[in-house]
């Protein structure tokens, strides 16, 4: 039987204390350190307790940092992993001030366009709520500034869905100024949804 490489008794100790390790830190620090140092402390053995506590460590103060290191080492099922396991937490996560860093992050790693898909579709049924708070709205600006031609058009169509849930709101009518000023060749549309609204807008 193959010895498992992992298990020594300070493995073991801080597998035990991981989630509080995570959140500290020195001691987060030093965790990465040793994903450096052998990337499969992360990708192997940590795995499994981090991504079941995915939330909880991409919403802390220095927990984000784990979860942003392990995305340089982990591979494409993992990755989707990941992404499926922020699905129900999504909305937490993206308003959260760490929790959009992470995210943001996320977006740079992502490399094929299933999962640039699966992010859109999750983005879709939430985009009212990302785009009405400050931090979330960071994630929809980071994917308009991919300039890549599906991302775009779909995002511009998710706020022609919202319109107003968006524009009437008052971080959300920053949003959709910003989004104007973004690519013109998207604006038509929402220019329409302007003007078919204008008395709503300007009494507002």
């Known amino acids: 039987k193959e010895e498992d ?23 987060c620090r030093y ?10 402390m992360g990708t192997v053995f940590f795995y499994p307790t981090i991504i079941k506590n995915i939330t909880d460590l991409i919403t802390n103060q220095f ?7 392990l995305f340089s080492y982990i591979n494409q099922n ?14 937490e996560i993206s308003t959260n001030f760490y929790g959009t860093r992470v995210l943001q992050k996320m977006i740079d790693c992502i ?4 999962q640039m898909l699966s992010l859109l579709k999750i983005i879709s049924t939430n985009i009212s709520e990302l785009l009405n708070d400050i931090n979330a709205s960071h994630i929809v600006n980071k994917l308009l500034s991919l300039r890549q031609f599906y991302i775009t058009s779909a995002i511009y169509e998710m706020v022609n869905r919202n319109f107003l849930t968006i524009a009437l709101h008052k971080h959300g009518c920053c949003s959709i100024q910003k989004i104007l000023e973004n690519d013109l060749i998207f604006t038509e549309n929402i220019i329409v949804n302007i003007l078919n609204n204008a008395m709503t807008l300007i009494t507002h």
């Not at 490399?111 to 299933?114: A, F, K, L, P, V």
């Open 111 to 114: 490399n094929n366009q299933y």
């Open 31 to 40: 965790l990465q350190q040793i994903i450096d140092k052998n990337p499969k």
């Open 63 to 69: 927990g984000n940092y784990l979860i942003q290191k």
């Open 5 to 27: 490489p992992f298990n020594t008794a300070e493995n073991k100790l801080l597998l035990s204390n991981l989630l509080v390790l995570a959140k500290e830190q020195t001691s």
């Open 78 to 91: 993992q990755f989707t992993d990941i992404l499926n396991a922020i699905v129900p937490d999504f909305v």
